[in-house]
């Protein structure tokens, strides 16, 4: 019996195995953003070994594999921070930890599920927060840097995906849209635009927009305001080096919005894009459903959410010609985030 523990960086993700024993099952591995297929693949049987470890554990702060590897079969397990050391500012607690602390004291993880994603068993804090976060909401609004969708009085609407780029579903997303004439806005991740900067130029290259959804995807209730910080600036670093520019919308990762990171917000920075029309494609309920979703739920200036990266998206591109066809029929006009933000209507 082993156990992975999968822990983030700057530049990608470590993985080490450990035997019941705590011993090193296999030598530590690293593997760059672009290989997260490889790598759910590869811990089906690390190094060869026979079956799958007993649990992969990932970090709070890390919600960017989660869903490949609960898509793959693999038993996945989330470390919050009262359950591990100190991390870094920046980046993740050492893999070995993670991995350490399934072997010790599985009973203190959280088993993760595909319709709960990284924040399962989190919805406590997630909604505490955001309460707790309404009157730097409020003053975000005034700004004009808070924004759920666009009027409703205009036939307007931003076709949205978050968590990319992805080495294997963006480039099928872009295939379609291309097929379609339509344009999207695209809320990427810094630690994919770092590693697949080519598929950012693409993105652009295409007629696309931008947005910035953190580093690593974090949980943010278990982010300081400084971490969050450095979140957007690292992506935005990511952004610069590939394309020459960065965003001017932030999506949150869930949704989520603390007073600590909506205080960083208001001291500068891009606007929040939330949505109104969720696909839930992200819960894998099948194609057509996906498509159903959308069509019976968007309307003039809305703000739809699908996905790119962040785990099997087969169903989301599946989906993807059935939902352009449906709002196409509508006559609505596809426009990127950052239109509807400056015409943007609370509610």
């Known amino acids: 019996m082993v156990y992975a523990g999968i822990a983030w960086s700057a530049d990608g993700?470590?993985?080490?195995?450990?035997d019941a024993e705590g011993n090193r099952a296999l030598a530590p591995t690293h593997w760059g953003a672009e290989r997260v297929p490889e790598l759910a693949a590869w811990l089906q049987a690390p190094g060869g070994r026979s079956g799958p470890p007993r649990a992969v554990v990932i970090e709070s702060t890390g919600g960017l594999v989660d869903g490949l590897l609960t898509a793959a079969g693999l038993t996945v397990y989330r470390a919050d921070p009262w359950v591990l050391p100190e991390r870094p500012d920046f980046g993740s607690v050492p893999a070995r930890a993670l991995a350490e602390r399934a072997r010790t004291d599985l009973a203190s993880l959280s088993p993760l599920t595909a319709e709960g994603g990284g924040q399962t068993g989190r919805d406590d804090d997630y909604h505490g927060d955001i309460r707790r976060s309404a009157a730097h909401e409020s003053a975000l609004v005034r700004e004009g840097r808070w924004f759920r969708h666009g009027p409703r009085d205009r036939p307007e609407i931003a076709l949205t995906f978050d968590d990319?780029?992805?080495?294997v579903y963006t480039g099928q997303v872009l295939d379609i849209l291309a097929r379609y004439g339509v344009h999207a806005t695209f809320f990427c991740v810094g630690?994919?635009?770092?590693?697949?900067?080519?598929?950012?130029?693409?993105?652009?290259?295409?007629?696309?927009?931008l947005g910035n959804h953190t580093w690593s995807h974090p949980f943010l209730p278990d982010l300081t305001g400084h971490q969050f910080r450095l979140q957007i600036e690292r992506t935005d670093e990511a952004f610069d080096r590939a394309v020459g520019r960065v965003p001017t919308v932030f999506r949150p990762p869930y949704g989520a919005r603390t007073p600590q990171a909506l205080g960083e917000l208001l001291t500068g920075g891009p606007a929040l894009a939330l949505w109104d029309v969720d696909s839930w494609d992200w819960a894998r309920p099948g194609p057509e459903k996906i498509a159903r979703t959308v069509l019976d739920h968007a309307r003039p200036g809305s703000m739809i959410l699908m996905h790119d990266g962040g785990g099997d998206r087969r169903q989301s591109v599946a989906a993807l010609p059935a939902v352009l066809e449906g709002l196409l029929e509508q006559d609505l006009r596809f426009v990127p985030a950052d239109t509807l933000a400056g015409r943007a209507e609370v509610g």
């Open 164 to 167: 990319g780029p992805d080495p």
């Open 13 to 18: 993700y470590e993985v080490e195995v450990i």
């Open 191 to 209: 630690l994919h635009v770092n590693a697949l900067p080519d598929e950012v130029r693409r993105i652009v290259d295409a007629g696309h927009s």
